[in-house]
């Protein structure tokens, strides 16, 4: 007997099986879909509605952990005043909450 292996093809995979091998990476994108990306859209959504309801008076936070209170609101910025006769312009996008009226 001669020590030599044979190797064969494996069997061509119909379109069925072609379709089998793509569906666990599919099922694995709509989860993560679902568990990732649609929650930030909301939260951004909502952060974006939050924004855009600011008026003067509000308590707010923001993204550097600042508290004050709305004394002024423009366009893309608001003035917050943080102490007694201490006001600072903060740009929108970084309040991160709204604590309710001042």
């Given at each position: 007997?001669?020590g030599?292996?044979w190797?064969e093809?494996?069997?061509?995979?119909?379109?069925m099986g072609?379709?089998?091998?793509?569906a666990?990476?599919?099922?694995l994108f709509v989860i993560?879909?679902f568990?990732?990306?649609?929650?930030?859209?909301k939260?951004?959504?909502?952060?974006k509605a939050?924004?855009?309801k600011?008026e003067?008076?509000?308590?707010?936070?923001?993204s550097?952990?600042i508290?004050g209170?709305?004394?002024?609101?423009?366009e893309?910025?608001v003035?917050?005043?943080?102490?007694?006769g201490?006001?600072?312009?903060?740009?929108?996008d970084?309040?991160?909450?709204?604590?309710g009226r001042g």
């Amino acid at each position: 007997m001669s020590g030599v292996a044979w190797a064969e093809d494996a069997p061509a995979a119909g379109p069925m099986g072609q379709f089998l091998s793509f569906a666990p990476l599919v099922i694995l994108f709509v989860i993560f879909y679902f568990l990732m990306i649609r929650p930030q859209q909301k939260k951004a959504k909502d952060h974006k509605a939050m924004l855009t309801k600011l008026e003067k008076g509000d308590a707010v936070v923001t993204s550097g952990g600042i508290h004050g209170t709305i004394t002024g609101v423009a366009e893309d910025a608001v003035t917050l005043e943080i102490a007694e006769g201490v006001k600072v312009k903060v740009t929108k996008d970084f309040i991160t909450s709204k604590k309710g009226r001042g």
